[in-house]
């Protein structure tokens, strides 16, 4: 009974802590580029109800554990972007673009390969620029708002030492009892407590395709399905990534006039379905993702009474329950961004120019700070290639030796997606070097 059970427990831990640990962030984004409260309960519901479909439907079909999520680095972009000149229904119609980039990846292996050609650095850097003003709100929260963010923070910090797991949705219990605490008692009175699906007809402009549909596709993709197949591979599966990309950039786009923003396989809450803990026979954990894709669904049904507790808190709160969800992507997206030497000034300047959030010709700084980091890399590989620069210098006077110490290497910058060669990434083909023995083989 117990192995029965256990995969069953596994996918409903994995739909709570999804949910729970990030849905502040997707409330926060859809708000911030322009979606009413009712908009935004609407894209928190179409998201959660994607996920479930694609997670079910790759599960049950390929019976790999293939958790599917939104894109959370994704809602953090819709932060940093802010308001979107055309608004709410332009905001839609960037979705339905990034939609549609998504399957096309799926559908031709080179714009699969053309997004995994990124440099890792560049791709990190871009992502911590993008995640760092949300990380930055506790400590905003502390100073602004100290009597409600201080018990936030410390059952951050408890839970975080002592059961990491639950530390955010832990951290965002004691926000809604602070909020309850705090709010009027009437507050919830005329608010719209029961699911609702609010359609937008989309708009299109290309400042809106190139400052946020671009860099959304390449945010979902460089942070959330390439980490995701990683996850998998690492486990022992050899999933198939164009059919993954064709799910859920379907479902991306059914959701998207809802006011869904994009559907991903999921990185942060993969291993929770897809390691031992979900079964002890790893032919079995595709029931986890199963569970989770189905509980997620379930989950969407609470966006309205989510979306309408939320609103009655003041926004820095939210924003800070989002940047402790946030912290551990922020550091990994340093450490990947600063890892090679030899593109180090480079993830710099991506990571200033994206954090800055500047806007020029209507486009949001994530496209300038790729666009930057691109030009700078370009620059320094030239020069290291140009003969001139190759030429020793001329002999220093004569000095007391210093302490030898080993040059770092200056290696070319790894892409974003080197852990899964020397499969194209596009492609159903797998996405693992080399597969362990005994890998489970997902047919397309």
């Known amino acids: 009974m117990a192995g029965r059970t256990q995969p069953l ?35 928190l519901l179409a998201v959660c109800v994607a996920s479930g479909i ?75 620029g993008v995640l760092l003003p ?67 007809a989309p708009a299109w402009s290309v400042s809106a395709m190139v400052g946020l549909a671009l860099p959304l596709f390449l945010v979902t993709m460089a942070a959330q399905n390439v980490p995701g197949m990683a996850v998998l591979v690492g486990y022992g599966y050899r999933p198939p990534f164009g059919a993954a990309l064709r799910a859920t950039g379907l479902t ?53 009474a989510a979306t309408a507790l939320i609103a009655l808190a003041p926004p820095v709160l939210i924003e800070a329950v989002a940047g402790l969800a946030l912290l551990g992507a922020l550091a990994t997206a340093l450490t990947s961004a600063l890892a090679e030497p030899a593109a180090r000034e480079a993830a710099v300047v991506t990571f200033v120019v994206t954090a800055s959030g500047v806007t020029l010709l209507g486009v949001g700084g994530a496209f300038w700070g790729l666009v930057a980091g691109g030009l700078m890399l370009l620059l320094f590989r030239r020069r290291s290639d140009d003969p001139a620069a190759s030429q020793p210098a001329p002999p220093e006077p004569a000095t007391a030796p210093e302490p030898a110490t080993a040059p770092e290497p200056a290696t070319a910058p790894e892409p974003v997606a080197a852990s899964l060669r020397p499969a194209p990434v596009g492609s159903d083909s797998p996405a693992g070097a080399a597969s362990p023995r005994g890998a489970r083989v997902g047919g397309d």
Do not use: K
């Open 134 to 200: 949300l990380c930055t709100a506790p400590v905003r929260a502390l100073v602004e708002v100290p009597r409600l963010a201080a018990p936030v923070v410390l059952a951050w910090l408890l839970l975080h030492r002592f059961a990491r797991r639950w530390a955010v949705p832990g951290a965002l219990v004691v926000a809604v009892a602070a909020i309850a605490l705090t709010a009027p008692v009437a507050g919830l009175g005329g608010a719209r407590l029961l699911p609702a699906v609010e359609l937008t």
């Open 252 to 304: 991306s786009l059914a959701a998207a006039p809802a006011g869904g923003h994009a559907v991903n396989l999921a990185a942060i809450t993969a291993a929770l379905a897809a390691g031992p803990d979900a079964h002890p026979d790893p032919d079995r954990r595709w029931i986890a993702s199963v569970t989770a894709g189905t509980g997620l669904a379930l989950l969407g049904l609470g966006a309205g």
């Open 54 to 128: 694609s997670a079910v439907w790759l599960g049950l079909r390929h019976r790999i554990p293939m958790s599917v999520a939104w894109s959370t680095p994704g809602a953090a972009l819709l932060v940093a972007t802010g308001p979107v000149p055309g608004g709410w229904p332009v905001a839609v119609g960037a979705f339905l673009v990034s939609g549609v980039l998504i399957v096309a990846a799926g559908l031709f292996p080179a714009l699969g390969r053309a997004v995994a050609a990124i440099p890792r650095p560049i791709a990190g850097a871009m992502l911590a």
């Open 9 to 43: 427990l596994a996918g409903v831990v994995t739909a709570l802590v999804g949910f729970a640990s990030s849905f502040t962030v997707v409330l926060a984004g859809l708000r911030a580029v322009g979606a009413t409260d009712a908009q935004a309960a609407s894209g």
